[in-house]
């Protein structure tokens, strides 16, 4: 049997395989973020499907870090029915599930939609002339949002996940707090790195004092923001914030990228959507591997058994993750289970997510169905 379908731990927990879905947004919740039948569903769909760990799409802590007017949220305690049925749902299947719990910070687009302004962590000087409608956080502002960091990853655990994910990628707020190029405060929170990434170090801390002492804190980390080696997040910070978040307790990273436009025009060529190539963060994974002893995921661009086998194998990464071939096939893993070998089919044009001008978005494969072969 491929090591991919062998069990694995992260943390306290065993999950049955090597595949995680990735979190993927989906735009299936209600204006106060809840979730309801159709996000139980697609869950269910996916654990009944053997995916190993189901990591949900990213849910907002507080309302100043809300990304869109569909997407999930974790910051009341009346959004915990609806999450305790798909958990329940999944583990019916016999799955695990974690939630992925995030601020948007700049990217909380939902805000200026709604006329209010979203909070920066620090104004550059071309913001500060045009008043682009955007706010610097202040200290205060700071520190409410790690406690809501906290006071969400209670409500997952009570919710019966079995892990919490911090969103530290992808240019989301923990990523602007790292990175350079997007935080340039010169108080406690920026300047040197071990300043820049005292906010994920905060968030990591909070969260442990909301949720039992075995509950699985793990972090999808942009451990670099691709762009030149004097602005923004190295990977050589990168491993260091990788360091540093272990011995805070984190047990599982999942390693992607940071700053997502530029990382796209670097590793594409200048393209605004992610490279075709299979496992394009590898390098980074590498590195990650040699400055910590935690379980490491790698997600971006895999698509074929033997490539994931290989980084599995080899000891590169213990999990692999997938988002877009579960968007268009949700039964691949069962069926390479079964024996298949044929690679996911998704052509990572990126043309699953649609967004209208109110933030609500439509998540689906925009590939025409593949010809049948011929009989
Ligand atoms: C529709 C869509 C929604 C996504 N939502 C999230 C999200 O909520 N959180 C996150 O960390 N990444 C999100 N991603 C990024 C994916 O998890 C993943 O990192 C990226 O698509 C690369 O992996 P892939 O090549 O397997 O798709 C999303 C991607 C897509 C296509
Ligand atoms: S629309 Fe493109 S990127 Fe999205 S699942 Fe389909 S083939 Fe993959």
């Known amino acids: 049997m491929s090591i991919l379908f062998e069990p694995t731990r992260i943390g306290r927990l065993e999950i049955r395989n090597r595949f995680i ?11 106060a ?11 269910r769909t996916l654990s009944s499907n053997e995916v190993g760990l189901i990591v949900t799409g990213y849910a907002f802590v507080s309302q100043t870090g809300r990304c869109f007017a569909d997407m999930n949220g974790i910051d009341r305690d009346d959004h915990i029915p609806g999450y305790r049925r798909m958990t329940d749902a999944v583990h ?15 990217a909380a687009t939902q805000l200026r939609r709604d006329g209010k302004e979203p909070l920066v962590v620090s104004l550059t000087d071309r913001q500060r002339e045009r008043g682009e409608g955007v706010r610097e956080m202040s200290n205060e502002d700071i520190e409410s949002i790690v406690a809501d960091f906290g006071r969400a990853a209670g409500r997952v655990e009570e919710a019966g996940f079995d892990a919490v994910q911090i969103h530290g990628a992808h240019g989301y707020l923990v990523s602007q707090f790292l990175s350079s190029a997007r935080n340039q405060r010169s108080d406690r929170w920026g300047g040197s790195t071990e300043k820049r990434m005292r906010f994920v170090l905060e968030v990591a801390r909070s969260i442990r004092q909301h ?3 075995d509950f699985p804190l793990t ?16 990977i050589g910070e990168g491993t260091r914030v990788a360091a540093a978040l272990e011995r805070e307790g984190v047990c599982f990273i999942e390693v992607s990228h940071g700053d997502t436009g530029r990382a796209f025009r670097k590793l594409s060529g200048g393209k605004k959507t992610a490279p075709v190539r299979e496992a394009y963060l590898l390098p980074d994974a590498k590195a990650v591997r040699g400055s910590t002893s935690v379980a490491l995921g790698l997600v971006g661009g895999l ?8 980084l599995v194998a080899s000891g590169t990464v213990d999990c692999v993750s997938l988002s877009r071939p579960l968007i268009r096939e949700p039964d691949l893993v069962k069926r390479w289970r079964e024996g298949e ?3 996911a089919e998704c052509v990572s044009c990126w043309g699953c997510l649609k967004t209208d001008g109110d933030g609500r978005s439509s998540i689906h494969c925009r590939q025409p169905a593949p010809v049948p072969a011929p009989l």
């Open 341 to 343: 070998t044929k690679s």
């Open 33 to 43: 973020g809840r979730v309801g039948d159709e996000s139980v569903e697609l869950m």
């Open 21 to 31: 879905r990735s979190a993927t947004y989906y735009g299936l919740a209600d204006v």
């Open 211 to 213: 949720v039992s002492d």
């Open 219 to 234: 972090i999808k980390l942009g451990c670099r923001d691709y762009l030149d080696e004097s602005d923004g997040l190295t």
């Open 92 to 106: 019916a299947c016999g799955g695990h599930i974690a939630m992925q719990i995030a601020h948007g910070g700049a």
């Open 303 to 310: 698509r074929s058994l033997p490539v994931m086998e290989a």
